[in-house]
Nanobody
């Protein structure tokens, strides 16, 4: 069973930064497309950023976070990161990590990590 574990959430003031981490168990991490999603109370879960597997490491960002967020991965550590800068109150949500087998419906979710942006 693949396990996905997020960490790094917390309380930060507007304008501050956080780095989220997500560790995935098993030996197939490098083949997964990795994504960070978020869900605020009363809202649908939305994609924040994703990064492909393989050599190209294509990234995709939601318009709402573009230029403020960077997704990266370290295949040697089975870890994907989400560096978030210039945080805004509207960024507050539970952030979830998703590991997806490309061209497949199979994916694995973590339990989420809470990000609160408040003064």
């Amino acid at each position: 069973q693949v396990q996905v574990l997020e960490s790094g959430g917390g309380l930060v003031q507007p304008g501050g930064s956080l780095r989220l981490s997500c560790v995935v168990s098993g030996s197939s991490f490098s083949s997964y497309t990795m994504g960070w999603y978020r869900q605020a109370p009363g809202k649908q879960r939305e994609l924040v950023a994703s990064i492909s597997s393989g050599g190209r490491l294509d990234t995709h960002y939601a318009d709402s976070v573009k230029d403020r967020v960077t997704i990266s991965r370290d295949n040697a550590k089975n870890t994907v990161y989400l560096q978030m800068n210039s945080l805004r109150p509207e960024d507050a949500a539970v952030y979830y990590c998703d590991a997806r087998i490309p061209t497949s419906v199979i994916h694995y979710w973590g339990q989420g990590t809470q990000v609160t942006v408040s003064s």
